[in-house]
């Protein structure tokens, strides 16, 4: 997944960073609200949001997104406890709610479910076609065998199980899983594409010539 | 123990009822001294004028001294009044025929005027005829009977008076001192924490700088506790996300460490998720305006969520708790953390009473003295030095509950029980 954290202490960011990384996760980090003008655009699966930032109030931000109508799933990282503050929050279009200190753990679990949640599924396990995936184990298996895959074409399934239906583009799905490393290896996308169809059959990703992939019937 | 105050109207009414009988006392010796005073003047009147028309008939009917043995009964008159025709020598020449008048002269010697005998009131006039004198006189008995009697009809018409008074007044009283009753209903409705607050103009002017100085205490008190939400709000702030970036780093650390540093930096972990729940019930318990919202828990879910890593969890029976979730959660995280360091393997939870949590460890417990000593801490409130943070901050819980906190007696390892109040 492709994540926008945006949070600016140090010692936090960094730590959330290193481990959605290690996670297999592509995570760019902005420590103001001043600094998401640098990913105008840029597609993510969601954002870990903080509300006090230096440079305005990061509930400001969202409400301006939500009504701008970005539909990305928002996870409020915050030290603000209190009900009201929770409340507020929720209703002010994030999909989920984690009050400082929190394990990274349950971070991540929760940026799974919200995820999960926007792409339609309540169950960590999507099934497509003869294809079952598994978002917390981060594995396929086909006709029930588990077929091993490498983090990149896990990350490439990932994002395309999550958008079920929808065509993506492939500068969407580089950006989405190599994060700004994508114009490092203009190719990968069709390299890991085509690993995947090895593995897991030629009808789970379809071509949708000049457009892009989709998994799944057309939305 | 709780004192009993003083009640104004209690007060007022003992020393109205006091005075009263103070009052109608000295009245009342007042009234008699001066019924006294004039009964006695009018009936001396009476004597006097009496005298005066017995002296003509009496002086010109006998002439010659009689024995007074053989004295002449003149016509009758009530036993309580007499009179006497003496002589010059003390001879009695007529006495009236009254029942027990005396027959011996009144005076041996001619004394006019007003004199008093034993049990007589007497009045002597001269006849002028021949040094013969005229003793008019009442018994003593009459005279004080009459006075008593008037005397007694004029307290016995003031009394009633004064009862129907001293009622009205205790009436008064009451009314007065409504307004101090109405005053203790606004206080306990009173939240000065409301924006606009107030307890408005009193129904007394001599309540009204009362009001004021409530309502000036509720503006210091909002003041106060708007800073320390503010204060706190920074605190969270400060504390919650070095708290949140020490914990990730070492989740990050863990994963990428060797193995034999894993151990290390788990206990690292630990402790600073320890540190993580202390905070958080700091900040539950410490932050201003954090009145008790109570709702329904279930002490097996209440259970399920406090995850303390090595320490096993059982609910025995437990009926639902009516209490504040954040500040019972912050309470029962700190005591299982003392379990766990004190060297509890597994806790036990039930509830014994009524909206009572008990918590129930395996570990070594304390001695008899160590208990008593908890519990004077508890009882006193004097924590520092003397209790850990978890007992503390399960106190104060309880206490913000309007419960209280308990450490019984138990065969083996230690038991906490939280009243959580009704």
């Known amino acids: ?219 | 123990m709780r004192l009993s105050s003083p009640s104004i109207g209690g007060r007022l009414a003992r020393s109205l009822v006091l005075w009263s009988v103070l009052w109608c006392a000295a009245l009342g010796a007042a009234v008699w001294m001066i019924v006294q005073e004039e009964v006695a003047e009018l009936l001396d009147d009476t004597l006097q004028s009496a005298a005066e028309g017995l002296i003509g008939p009496l002086a010109l009917s006998l002439t010659e001294p009689v024995e007074l043995s053989t004295a002449p009964r003149g016509p009758k008159t009530s036993g309580r009044f007499t009179w006497q025709l003496v002589s010059h020598q003390g001879r009695t020449h007529l006495v009236s025929s009254a029942l027990g008048a005396p027959v011996a002269p009144l005076h041996d010697t001619p004394k006019p005027g007003f004199s008093d005998v034993p049990g007589w009131r007497v009045y002597g006039q001269a006849t002028g005829h021949d040094g013969q004198m005229v003793y008019v006189a009442q018994t003593t008995e009459e005279r004080v009977e009459a006075a008593t009697e008037v005397a007694l009809a004029a307290l016995f018409a003031g009394a009633p008076m004064t009862v129907l008074a001293v009622l009205w007044l205790r009436s008064r009283i009451r009314r007065e001192l409504q307004p101090l009753r109405d005053l203790s209903e606004r206080l306990a409705h009173y939240d000065p924490m409301q924006r606009g607050a107030t307890l408005g103009t009193a129904d007394r002017e001599e309540l009204q700088p009362v009001h004021a100085a409530i309502d000036a205490l509720a503006g210091r008190l909002t003041r106060r506790v708007a800073h320390e939400r503010a204060f706190t709000s920074h605190a969270a702030h400060s504390l919650r996300t070095p708290l949140a970036g020490i914990d990730a780093q070492l989740a990050v650390a863990l994963r990428e460490a060797e193995a034999a540093h894993r151990p290390r930096l788990q206990r690292v972990r630990t402790a600073a998720e320890r540190l993580q729940r202390v905070v958080a019930a700091l900040l539950a318990m410490f932050r201003s305006g954090a009145e008790v919202q109570r709702s329904q828990i279930d002490v097996g879910a209440l259970a399920a969520r406090l995850p303390i890593e090595g320490l096993v969890m059982e609910t025995r029976g437990t009926s639902p708790l009516n209490a504040d979730p954040d500040l019972l959660t912050a309470a029962v995280l700190n005591l299982l953390d003392n379990a766990q360091r004190h060297g509890a393997q597994s806790v036990t939870f039930s509830t014994p009473a009524a909206n009572v949590l008990r918590v129930h460890d395996n570990g070594p417990g304390v001695d008899p003295a160590r208990r008593r000593e908890l519990r004077a801490a508890i009882e006193a409130q004097d924590y520092a030095g003397r209790t850990g943070l978890g007992l503390m901050l399960a106190d104060l819980v309880a206490r913000a509950h309007g419960g209280g906190l308990s450490l019984p007696e138990s065969a083996s390892g230690f038991v906490v029980e939280l009243d959580l109040g009704t």
Not at chain 1, 135 to 156: G, M, P, Y
């Open chain 1, 1 to 219: 997944m492709r994540l926008l954290l945006i949070e600016d202490d140090e010692l936090l960011g960094g730590g959330l960073c290193d481990f959605l990384r290690v996670d297999g996760h592509a995570v760019e980090w902005a420590r103001r609200l001043g600094d998401i003008d640098a990913y105008r655009g840029e597609p993510f699966d969601a954002y870990l949001l903080d509300w006090q930032l230096p440079d305005g109030s990061g509930l400001e931000w969202l409400r301006a997104r939500r009504n701008g109508g970005d539909l990305t799933p928002v996870l409020m990282l915050t030290a603000r406890d209190m009900l009201h503050d929770r409340l507020r929050g929720l209703d002010s279009g994030a999909d989920d709610y984690i009050v400082k200190p929190f394990a990274p753990e349950e971070m991540a679990a929760r940026v799974r479910a919200i995820c999960r949640r926007s792409a339609g599924s309540a169950s960590a396990r999507i099934r497509v076609g003869e294809v079952e995936v598994d978002l917390v184990a981060r594995c396929a298996w086909l006709d029930d065998e588990r077929i091993e895959l490498t983090s990149r074409e896990w990350s490439v399934l990932e994002a395309l199980v999550l958008r079920p239906g929808r065509i993506v583009t492939k500068g969407e799905l580089e950006r989405l899983v190599l994060g700004f490393e994508s114009e490092l290896a203009s190719n990968a996308i069709e390299v890991h594409v085509s690993s995947l169809r090895k593995k897991l059959g030629r009808e789970l990703v379809e071509t949708v010539r000049g457009l892009g992939y989709r998994v799944g019937a057309a939305a």
